[in-house]
């Protein structure tokens, strides 16, 4: 059974630093691509950070929003994908999911519609 469970949200005042981790269960995870996305209140969902599956060298890509101040990366020994968000700022304000998409090998890329498990979120705030 394919679970994702993310953790390490919580509130971090502008220019602040966090780092999310995502547990994979359920299947190989240097097998699977693996994407982070976000969702702030009334907003569509965003992917954000993706990392391919250990054939394409665990490429990453990431969104014009956050690229130079995030960075996905993976243990896969421990199963875990990680997200470090620096220079946090108002806006990265919003649940933070891993997803995994069904197929081993496949490029998703950051397109929510190519994923098919998602953990359950975690909240990040970022606020003085």
Known sequence: ???????????????????????????????????????????????????????SGHRTEYSESVKGRFTISRDNDENTVYLQMNSLEAEDTAVYYCAAPLMAYSEPGLSEYEYDYWGQGTQVTVSS
């Open 1 to 55: 059974q394919v679970q994702l469970v993310e953790s390490g949200g919580g509130l971090v005042q502008p220019g602040g630093s966090l780092r999310l981790s995502c547990v994979a269960s359920g299947f190989t995870l240097d097998y699977y691509a693996i994407g982070w996305f976000r969702q702030a209140p009334g907003e569509e969902r965003e992917g954000v950070a993706w990392s391919s599956s250990v054939t």
